[in-house]
């Protein structure tokens, strides 16, 4: 959806995603807590500016090399480097994508970006790239769709990644920002880009209340993942399950939310972080 006023360009006009009714009541008093917990966390690192920067720095990267001439371009070095920047998929995804080889590859980026289908069905189609067995990899297929969307083009689509929400398990950030939360068994939301979208609305709306108006799509990625950094902290105090699962157990307050983001820095060895079977 073109929200608050701005234009996606180009290719106006297309996946206008409106937000759906919600079933739910978030909570604002939440959001200002998260916010705040943000901004705190923040100010340790110089304040908010260097981490949307970082988050302006990985969509100009998807911008440029998802754009619609660059497709019969892209390489399997590209989608390493895209790759290398999502969180969710960079250390499950890697030997899937080598195994479909790199044009089957391409055809799906292009199909999930640039195809005619709707939304959903698109993106359907990109999961089912991977086999029904490889269940992991399904997910991170899911969360690597989201990603590709969502940084290439900001404004029209929301983040649409598990840990945003997960209607399977009805976990991920927006359940954070629910009020009474923690006394649900079950929330009515699904995983619709519609569900995603009517949540991205109300976030705009309370944060233009607090006084921001830039950049609210990237500001908006930044307070989800600390409301879902802020889950895993509290999950990793009871079993740590999660946090090891997600490996980061023992990371600091703003490197999780940066990792959940795909802006944390690059190994200091200068390793890649994908993770392939080693040969012998």
């Known amino acids: 959806m073109l929200w608050f006023g701005k234009r996606a360009e180009p290719e106006e006009g297309r996946d206008l995603i409106r937000p759906a009714a919600l079933e739910v009541d978030f909570d604002a008093r939440l959001l200002e807590a998260k916010l705040a917990r943000l901004m705190e966390h923040a100010a340790e690192h110089g304040g908010i500016e260097p981490f949307l920067e970082a988050l302006r720095r990985k969509q100009a990267l998807f911008a440029q090399a998802l754009a619609p001439e660059r497709m019969a371009s892209l390489d399997p070095g590209t989608m390493d480097t895209l790759l290398e920047t999502v969180f969710p998929a960079r250390r499950k995804l890697p030997a899937v994508l080598d195994e479909l080889g790199p044009e089957r590859v391409r055809e799906a980026v292009r199909d999930l970006l640039h195809g005619e289908a709707p939304l959903p069905e698109r993106m359907g189609r990109f999961v089912a790239l991977v086999p029904e067995d490889r269940a992991k990899a399904r997910r991170a297929a899911r969360d690597l769709a989201a990603e590709l969307l969502h940084f290439r083009d900001p404004v029209r689509y929301p983040l649409m990644t598990r840990w945003v ?43 233009r209340e607090e006084g921001y108006y830039k950049e ?65």
Do not use: C, F
């Open 165 to 207: 929400w997960d209607s399977g398990t009805g976990t991920g950030a927006l359940r954070e920002l629910i009020r009474g939360n923690d006394t649900l068994r079950e929330i009515p939301l699904n995983s619709a880009p519609e569900t995603y979208e009517a949540a991205r609305v109300w976030l705009a709306e309370r944060l």
């Open 216 to 280: 609210l799509e990237l500001l908006i990625d930044l307070v989800l993942a600390q409301a879902y950094a802020d889950y895993v902290e509290i999950m990793a105090k009871g079993v740590g399950m999660l946090a090891a699962e997600l490996g980061t157990a023992g990371t600091r307050a703003m490197e999780l939310v940066t990792k959940l983001l795909g802006i944390d820095p690059p190994r200091r060895s200068g390793a890649s972080r994908l993770k392939r079977p080693r040969l012998h």
